[in-house]
């Protein structure tokens, strides 16, 4: 993929993008992962963005798209196998044909980090792998519950 602005890219190759750079290193599984932690995002229609470009493209939202971090200049070439696997997790998370492993997780966190910022509130860990743990926020008082527990 040449670098090109970011708003140019489809959502498909911005979500790939934003997976290769965060999880490159990772297994299909944690590729996924990330995957679909911006798709929850978007799910949320919060503070985190509407849509698959708002969400990534948060200031300090993915690490990797910081002007300061060095992942931000990266781009993957088409013989990286990293690229083809963070592709097909893109397509499939996109499509709905994947399910989401993470149990609606909103974060992830890597070393150097060993336990969640603070700044993200109270969150349980849904599920460890790799290097990648994810988190999602847990309910804190009785309304929190109640809404928790509302399939509706």
Same mark, same amino acid.
């Given at each position: 993929?040449?670098?090109?602005?970011?708003?140019?890219?489809?959502?498909?190759?911005?979500?790939?993008?934003?997976?290769? #750079?965060?999880?490159? +290193?990772?297994?299909?599984? +944690?590729? #996924? +992962?990330?995957?679909?932690?911006?798709? *929850? #995002?978007?799910?949320?229609? &919060?503070?985190?963005?509407?849509?698959?470009? &708002?969400?990534?493209?948060?200031? !300090?939202?993915?690490?990797?798209? *910081?002007?300061?971090?060095?992942?931000? $200049?990266?781009? %993957?070439?088409?013989?990286? %196998? &990293?690229?083809?696997?963070?592709?097909?997790?893109?397509?499939?998370?996109? &499509?709905?044909?994947?399910?989401?492993?993470?149990? +609606?997780?909103?974060?992830? !966190?890597?070393? %150097?980090?060993?336990?969640?910022?603070?700044?993200?509130?109270?969150?349980?860990?849904?599920?460890?792998?790799?290097?990648?743990?994810?988190?999602?926020?847990?309910?804190?008082?009785?309304? $929190?519950?109640?809404?928790?527990? $509302? %399939?509706?």
């Amino acid at each position: 993929m040449d670098p090109q602005p970011y708003t140019s890219l489809r959502d498909q190759d911005l979500l790939a993008l934003c997976i290769w #750079r965060e999880a490159r +290193g990772e297994g299909l599984l +944690g590729k #996924r +992962g990330v995957g679909h932690v911006v798709l *929850n #995002r978007v799910n949320a229609r &919060s503070f985190f963005g509407q849509d698959v470009q &708002s969400v990534i493209l948060k200031p !300090f939202a993915f690490s990797s798209f *910081n002007p300061s971090d060095p992942n931000a $200049d990266q781009w %993957p070439t088409g013989i990286d %196998p &990293s690229w083809t696997d963070s592709t097909n997790a893109a397509e499939a998370v996109l &499509s709905g044909q994947d399910t989401d492993l993470t149990s +609606g997780a909103l974060y992830y !966190f890597s070393p %150097p980090l060993t336990a969640p910022p603070h700044a993200w509130g109270p969150v349980g860990v849904t599920l460890v792998v790799g290097n990648l743990t994810f988190c999602k926020p847990v309910p804190t008082n009785a309304s $929190d519950v109640a809404e928790a527990g $509302d %399939p509706g």
